[in-house]
């Protein structure tokens, strides 16, 4: 295939406590391609690094070394304004613990990315209702996050990634903090997202039997890759 | 993201920690009502001194002959030549568009025989034309003694009602009657009456009509022209003694200016006497004074003002950092849904600004309640201790406009001093730590 990748990684790696005694690598030698329209799940031991690689990848960290291109920018020469824009338009972040504001109702939460964004608050009650509707809390979109169950509040979350239309979007362990069933329902959204949107998925998930549905597999143990499966193709 | 959404963010996180947001504010409240409650009494002061002073008509310049300040404490009797008519008279000629000047004196007590046969007494005073300029209101018939009256030496008068009820049977024909007043030194007058007034409560005050057992036991007023009075007593100009004039000006000159014509006028009639000099009397400086007095105390209260805004500025910095330090991972969500640290630390700012302005604008509504207030005691007090007094007294509540434009703006400043190191910290938070932080 030689179309642009969303996202292509070179050699990256991760060290904490660079030059001291104590310095620490979490990543290494990273080399990763992700399509557009890919669903990807990430798995491997707590603290192998999946969360740290979907920090680079999100922009909300930095690699220590190698390359990262994102929709084909390098983005080690971006300063934090042009990561801020990037992050805002092009990057959709669902986390386990929702990380919704507290205080603000369901629809002003959904409403943030598109603040950023600089929209008028017509069009972003407007369009922030319109997702509400995608994952199906229109009844509760005048909610705080306080009231509002787990379940309820990821698909407020996953509404708010979807905000700015997004190229890709990040799930770090989206039904970590759910029961089975509410789970269930969460995946069952980012399948929609992905068939219906032709969403770019990448989730990084605890469970095989959520990862077994995604089309492509990566694992990760201490910090490297060591296996990337595709479904239909093998590794 | 524009300003005005800052602000409305700004004020929803406000109202979530209502309590918090009330206590950071009150050292800021305290500063900006003491200052407002010292300027606004200071101003209604002002206003009422003014509006007073105003009423009075002080417009005008008293001058008469006083000692150096720098003689010894020896000195001669009053010499004859100290203030004549004349001078007066000839300082008037030098700048005639420029100067006026009004003379009044007590010419003597006279006795009247009334319609009925009853006798009783007055005091006559020979006035000039504008004597009565500042008591217009009190007219209530015909006019006051006229420049034409004055210049031509006729025998007009202006007296009371009480008058009027003393001597006619009809006060109403007072107008054109004419009247004979016999001196204390034998001597008769006889005057026409041009015009009535009335007194006021202070002046029936000192006169005594509310204690009088009966009307003709009031010893009124009458005023006739100066310069009538002067030819009753056969003086010239330059024999005529006065103790003080008052000297006035026109459009055309203002008050230092007249000051300094007087004193060009007198310093060669005076250059080489050590023990008088010419006094030139300014009422309004005491109202000057009064004002320096009110500033400085605006100026102490300030002083204080601006510690407290200090003290409660430190105090919005505090809570800001526990604030920002509270919210570190609604700032990393915030930022990683695409907020710019600019956006970050304009939503801190105005937060701060907020907490400031709010308190001062609390303050400042406290302040006025409290100025009000105390100018109504004022008030109160004046009329139910001093009611004599309290027709001339205009009493205005006044807010000082600027103090409060001022106050708000140091408010707002103190937001701004006080909430930008919190706010840029917030603003410069690594997006990682900030959502990792627990
Ligand atoms: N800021 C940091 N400083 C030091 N060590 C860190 C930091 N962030 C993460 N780590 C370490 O990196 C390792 C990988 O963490 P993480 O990527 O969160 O693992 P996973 O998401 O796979 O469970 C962990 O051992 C963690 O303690
Ligand atoms: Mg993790």
């Known amino acids: 295939m030689n179309r642009v990748p969303v996202i292509h990684m070179e050699a990256v790696t991760k060290k904490y406590y660079i030059g001291e005694p104590n310095e620490l690598q979490i990543l290494f030698d990273i080399g990763l391609d992700i399509y557009e329209g890919e669903f990807v799940s990430i798995v491997g031991a707590s603290g192998s690094g999946k969360s740290t690689l979907m920090n680079i990848i999100g922009l909300l960290d930095r690699q220590t070394d190698g390359k990262y291109l994102l929709n084909g920018t390098d983005t080690s020469q971006l300063d934090d304004t042009e990561l801020s824009h990037i992050r805002n338009k092009e990057i959709g972040f669902v986390f386990q613990n929702f990380n919704l504001i507290p205080k603000l109702t369901a629809l002003k939460n959904v409403e943030m990315p598109l603040l950023y964004a600089g929209m008028s608050q017509r069009k972003r009650t407007e369009r922030a209702m319109e997702l509400i509707r995608l994952v199906g809390m229109e009844d509760r979109y ?40 509410t789970g269930r329902m969460v995946m069952d959204l980012f399948h929609k997202l992905h068939k219906e949107e032709g969403k770019t998925i990448v989730l990084i998930t605890h469970s095989p039997e959520l990862a077994s549905e995604t089309e492509r597999m990566l694992t990760i143990s201490d910090g490297r890759i060591v296996s990337d499966f595709e479904r239909g193709k093998g590794e | 993201m524009n300003f005005l959404e800052s602000i409305k963010m700004a004020f929803t996180s406000l109202a979530i920690n209502k309590l918090r947001s009330f206590l950071t504010m009150l050292g800021i409240i305290i500063g900006i009502s003491a200052v407002i409650t010292i300027t606004t009494i200071g101003n209604s002061i002002s206003q009422t001194l003014s509006g007073t002073f105003d009423q009075l008509g002080t417009s005008k310049l008293t001058i008469y002959p006083d000692i ?52 009783f007494k007055t005091l006559m005073f020979g006035v000039s034309d504008d004597y009565f300029d500042q008591f217009k209101k009190q007219i209530v018939k015909g006019r006051a003694v006229s ?81 009538t009075m002067l030819k009753i007593q056969g003086l010239e100009p330059k024999e005529t003694i006065l103790e003080a004039a008052e000297i006035g000006w026109t459009k055309n000159c203002d008050k230092e200016t007249a000051k300094l ?42 002083v204080i003002a601006a510690i407290s805004l200090i ?77 004599e007094y309290a027709e001339y007294i205009v009493l205005t509540v006044q807010p000082s406009i600027p103090a409060i434009v001022i106050s708000l703006g140091f408010s707002m400043l103190t937001g701004l001093i006080f909430g930008y190191y919190p706010a840029k910290r917030a603003g410069n938070m690594n997006p990682i730590d900030a959502l990792r932080y627990e």
Not at chain 2, 274 to 287: G, K, R, T
Request: glycine share 8%; charged share 20%.
């Open chain 2, 311 to 387: 003290v409660g500025g430190v105090g919005v910095m505090n809570i800001m950092l526990v604030s920002i330090l509270e919210r570190t991972r609604e700032i990393g969500v915030r930022k990683a849904l695409g907020a710019l640290n600019g956006d970050i630390r304009k939503q801190f700012v105005i937060e701060a600004i907020i907490i400031c302005l709010t308190g001062g604008l609390i303050g400042v509504i406290i302040g006025i309640m409290n100025g009000v207030l105390l100018s109504k005691i004022a008030s109160l007090l004046l009329t139910t201790m001093a009611p």
């Open chain 2, 261 to 302: 014509y007087i004193q060009k006028y007198f310093e060669p009639i005076y250059r080489n006497d050590e023990v008088w000099e010419m006094h030139i009397y300014d009422e309004a400086q005491i109202f000057g004074m009064i004002d320096t007095v009110l500033t400085v105390v605006t100026v102490a209260i300030s």
């Open chain 2, 68 to 119: 150096r300040d720098d003689n010894d404490g020896y000195h001669d009797l009053p010499d004859d030549e100290q203030l004549t008519l004349e001078m007066v008279q000839d300082l008037i000629k030098r700048h005639p568009n420029e100067l006026t000047y009004s003379c009044n004196t007590l010419y003597q007590g006279s006795e009247v025989v009334s319609e009925n046969g009853n006798s």
């Open chain 1, 142 to 181: 005048s909610h705080d996050p306080s009231e509002l169950s787990g379940g309820h509040k990821q698909r407020i979350a996953i509404a708010r990634a979807m905000a700015n239309q997004p190229s890709i979007i990040l799930a770090d362990e989206p039904t970590g903090a759910l029961d089975t069933k």
């Open chain 2, 147 to 227: 420049k034409g009256d004055m210049e031509e030496q006729k025998y007009t008068c202006l007296v009371s009602e009480i008058f009027t009820q003393q001597y006619f049977e009809h006060p109403d024909d007072a107008i054109g009657s004419t009247v004979k007043f016999l001196g204390a030194d034998g001597t008769n007058v006889r005057l026409t009456i041009v015009g009535v007034m009335e007194y006021t409560d202070l002046e029936k005050n000192q006169l005594g009509v509310n204690k009088a057992k009966s009307i003709y036991d009031i010893r009124t007023w009458v005023f006739f022209p100066y310069n």
